[in-house]
T-cell receptor, first 112, second 112 residues
Framework: NAGVTQTPKFQVLKTGQSMTLQCAQDMNHNSMYWYRQDPGMGLRLIYYSASEGTTDKGEVPNGYNVSRLNKREFSLRLESAAPSQTSVYFC???????????FGDGTRLSIL | QQQVKQSPQSLIVQKGGISIINCAYENTAFDYFPWYQQFPGKGPALLIAIRPDVSEKKEGRFTISFNKSAKQFSLHIMDSQPGDSATYFCAAGGTSYGKLTFGQGTILTVHP
């Protein structure tokens, strides 16, 4: 039982490049989330998917797009990377409201 | 109204001491208050959670105290150990919300 798996673990991009961060969970969870973590800023929600087929903006959605591919997979896309998007990105999932969120181990993204 | 404010930003405690981290929220509709623990290079993991129908919840050395009227809750770590050194996040959510709002995080260091 792997839980929440994020790929890649590390990535370096040049400004203007695009890339997709992958997330998959094997716990049959309904809801999935993408966060970014920056020093002193805590975890800020980028986008979330309350259930398969739905996606909603979080606190900091600008510059990102998401796709809930199926119940297991939720991807985050940077169309034109900017240095301000240098961060650690975490994917999380949970079975339902007011239930614990389970996090992956993150993708460390640097944009030069 | 969605903010959760966490303090202190960092905390140094001697082994065997008590670590106390505080959080304050604004939205009275929040009814789920979890604490997450994060070790370097890992994603956050649920430590303990409380709902507003109780004023205190204890699990081993970890206790959440909840003050509904003041809209504050805190994490107490008794007999702190070097292995407790980590970043701690408080969060708040509610039955009406599909997401959690996280505090800014506290870096706890426990000296041997």
């Amino acid at each position: 039982n792997a839980g929440v798996t994020q790929t890649p673990k590390f990535q370096v991009l040049k400004t203007g490049q695009s890339m997709t961060l992958q997330c998959a969970q094997d716990m049959n969870h309904n809801s999935m989330y993408w966060y970014r973590q920056d020093p002193g800023m805590g975890l800020r929600l980028i986008y979330y998917s309350a259930s398969e087929g739905t996606t909603d903006k979080g606190e900091v959605p600008n510059g990102y797009n998401v796709s809930r591919l199926n119940k297991r997979e939720f991807s985050l896309r940077l169309e034109s990377a900017a240095p301000s998007q240098t961060s650690v990105y975490f994917c999380a999932s949970r079975i339902g409201l007011n239930q614990p969120q389970h996090f992956g181990d993150g993708t460390r993204l640097s944009i030069l | 109204q969605q903010q959760v404010k966490q303090s202190p930003q960092s905390l140094i405690v001697q082994k065997g001491g008590i670590s106390i981290i505080n959080c304050a929220y604004e939205n009275t509709a929040f009814d789920y208050f979890p604490w997450y623990q994060q070790f370097p290079g890992k994603g956050p993991a649920l430590l303990i959670a409380i709902r507003p129908d109780v004023s205190e919840k204890k699990e081993g050395r970890f206790t959440i105290s909840f003050n509904k009227s003041a809209k504050q809750f805190s994490l107490h770590i008794m007999d702190s150990q070097p292995g407790d050194s980590a970043t701690y996040f408080c969060a708040a959510g509610g039955t009406s919300y599909g997401k959690l709002t996280f505090g800014q995080g506290t870096i706890l260091t426990v000296h041997p």
